[in-house]
């Protein structure tokens, strides 16, 4: 009945199904039956029967539905867990989403269109963004489904064998929305060391380095007067050691410098000021494409 499990937390949310499944239809039927049998029962009796009370019988349909409620909801958070914790050193996949295809960047950066090829049993972690309306990114075979939504960062990961997958989106997104298909290509490492990404975009595109098209933006954009890369603050805080980190906000918050905090204060740099600094960056929003702020964030992320 379910499609093949092919990541390492398919079985996880497999279990999950099954078990509410099987549950379910159990309960049918025991209802069906009893509806059958007293239909049966009294289908000629025009007497009426006296109502009864059972303490008993009260406890019994009150703690057993609990029970198997409790039990369900563990099930749901210990797959819930395996799929939001994302393994150390993961392999780095950014997705961009966008009416009616998916873009895709390997940390090499390498740029497909609706096809890519990643490496086998590795953690591989997946940044979605969208260029314009909320999408979905659905592999059926991995169990995993995640929203990729304007103006921010999304995530999740899989690690899965070898073999070749479809990418659907699951979020109706306008006319093409059932068009929207991409292939993920799964394969031993030894053969992904060997292979190159199929590239549906410009050459200049795929073969521009993010870390180093950020490093240039760093310095072109002005970062550079306020935000040091050796550790000394500056009007700004320095930029090495930042991504990952928690950082301490003036209005007492205490925040992890994640995607989404990066790209909130470049383009926004008032909304989380850190503590210590005055709120005079200058915001970035309409300034800067998203491609370039993919590029600051992967050159931030390699400063560590």
């Known amino acids: ?9 398919a079985p996880a949310v497999d279990r999950v199904f099954w078990v509410i499944f099987g549950l379910s239809a159990f309960f049918f039927l025991l209802i069906v039956a009893f509806l059958v049998y007293f239909v049966l029962r009294y289908r000629n009796n025009r007497e009426v029967l006296p109502a009864f009370e059972s303490v008993h019988l009260e406890i ?13 909801f563990y099930l749901g958070w210990k797959a819930f867990v395996i799929q939001r914790a994302v393994p150390e050193q993961a392999f780095e996949l950014q997705v ?8 895709f960047r390997t940390p090499d950066g390498q740029v497909s269109v609706n096809r890519v090829v990643i490496p086998a049993d590795t953690p591989v972690k997946v940044i979605l963004s969208s260029s314009d309306v909320i999408h979905s990114f659905y592999v ?3 169990r995993m489904k995640m ?3 304007p103006g921010r960062y999304t995530y999740a990961w899989f690690e899965a064998k070898p073999g070749t997958y479809t990418v659907l989106c699951a979020e109706y997104c306008g006319a093409a929305h059932s068009r929207m298909l991409a292939t993920l290509e799964v394969v031993p490492k030894e053969e992904y060391e060997k292979r190159k990404q199929p590239s549906a975009v410009p050459a200049a595109a795929t073969s521009r380095d993010p870390v180093a098209w950020g490093r240039e933006l760093y ?3 002005g970062c550079n007067a306020c935000h040091s890369l050796d550790g000394t603050p500056g009007v700004g805080p320095s930029l090495k050691g930042l991504f990952g980190h928690e950082v301490r906000l003036q209005d007492g918050r205490v925040v992890k410098a994640d995607e989404n905090y990066i790209r909130r204060s470049i383009l926004d740099p008032t909304a989380d000021v850190v503590e210590g600094f005055n709120p005079v960056m200058p915001p970035f929003a309409g300034l800067l494409s998203e491609e370039e702020i993919n590029a600051l964030i992967a050159f931030i992320k390699s400063l560590q």
């Open 96 to 103: 961009n989403a966008r009416q009616w295809l998916w873009e």
């Open 60 to 72: 019994a349909w009150t703690v057993i539905p609990f029970v198997l409620v409790i039990g369900i």
């Open 1 to 9: 009945m379910l499609p093949e499990a092919a990541s390492s937390y």
């Open 219 to 221: 310095e072109t954009k």
């Open 147 to 149: 929203d990729a939504v």
């Open 140 to 142: 059926p075979a991995f």
